[in-house]
């Protein structure tokens, strides 16, 4: 007897279910693959961020408890690439690795050297009375100009180490900086890698909050050139060693009366190295 043979096979129903299937299983898995990633980076950032902490304040051991300042310019070397923080303190880096954030893709002059993505502290403020002067360095990472108190920061002069910032993650320019059309640049360029509150290149606005400039009420919802690009937030460095992550409006305080016109209005906040409350 010859027995037959039935031929089976999926039929278009079937295949239609399958393809279902792993369309919902993609559109599940897909986001959480996408968060997965993120949070890998944010945590290769804040180690990124912790390791340059440290190596400032190896830095700052072998210097009689002195931070490095962004550049001391004389005559002989002027402002060039050989007189920021960075080039400082490379010895204890040992590599440019560590200066550029997972999700950083910026680019810059090849002049300006390898890319960067941790600025310095380096805030400027002045006294609301007698009058609208005093100017005089809060931050820690100094900038050295000649015509403000221009001291570099110690490290056990800073009363509350661990609430105030070191560095802080930055990819952009503000669309008013003078260096807006080269954007930021690399790691031998004495500019952007200090962020300046009134003498730097974004004309005041570089702090969160500070988008109506120093003068005006505080801005809420403004993340000023600080990276927001981890659920909202950011990493951060202190000057006593410890890298976090949090909101960049968090580390101003948005009660004030002014974005950080004046010391006395506390506005500055984890900014101000010099406050003691």
């Not at 089976?8 to 279902?20: C, G, K, N, Q, Y």
């Not at 919902?24 to 968060?35: K, R, S, Y």
């Not at 001291?151 to 800073?158: E, F, L, N, V």
Request: aromatic residues 12%.
């Amino acid at each position: 007897m010859i027995r037959s043979c039935k031929k089976t096979a999926f039929t278009l129903i079937e295949l239609l279910v399958v393809i279902a299937i792993i369309a919902i299983l993609a559109a599940i898995l897909f986001p959480v693959f996408a968060q997965a990633k993120a949070a890998a980076k944010k945590t290769a950032s804040l180690s990124n961020i912790k390791q340059l902490v440290l190596a400032s304040l190896m830095y700052n051991n072998d210097y009689d408890d002195t931070f490095v300042a962004q550049g001391e310019p004389t005559a002989a070397n002027s402002w060039g690439w050989q007189m920021t923080w960075i080039m400082h303190t490379l010895p204890y880096m040992k590599n440019y690795g560590i200066l550029l954030d997972p999700s950083d893709s910026h680019t810059g002059p090849s002049w300006s050297g390898p890319m960067y993505s941790y600025v310095a502290n380096g805030v400027l403020a002045g006294q609301c009375t007698p009058s609208w002067g005093g100017w005089k360095m809060v931050g820690v990472i100094n900038a050295s100009r000649n015509w403000f108190e221009a001291a570099p920061r110690s490290g056990t002069g800073i009363p509350l180490p661990a609430e105030s910032i070191i560095f802080a993650t930055r990819f952009k320019m503000h669309p008013t900086s003078w260096m807006y059309a080269e954007g930021i640049r690399g790691a031998f360029d004495p500019w952007a890698s200090v962020l300046m509150q009134a003498d730097g290149v974004d004309n005041a606005v570089s702090l969160p909050g500070t988008s109506n400039g120093m003068w005006s009420a505080p801005t809420p919802n403004y993340d000023g050139v600080i990276a927001n690009n981890y659920a909202g937030k950011s990493n951060f460095a202190l000057a006593d060693g410890h890298a976090k992550t949090f909101k960049p409006t968090q580390t101003v305080n948005m009660s004030a009366t002014n974005a950080g016109g004046c010391r006395e209005d506390n506005f500055l906040k984890m900014w101000d190295a010099t406050r003691d409350q």
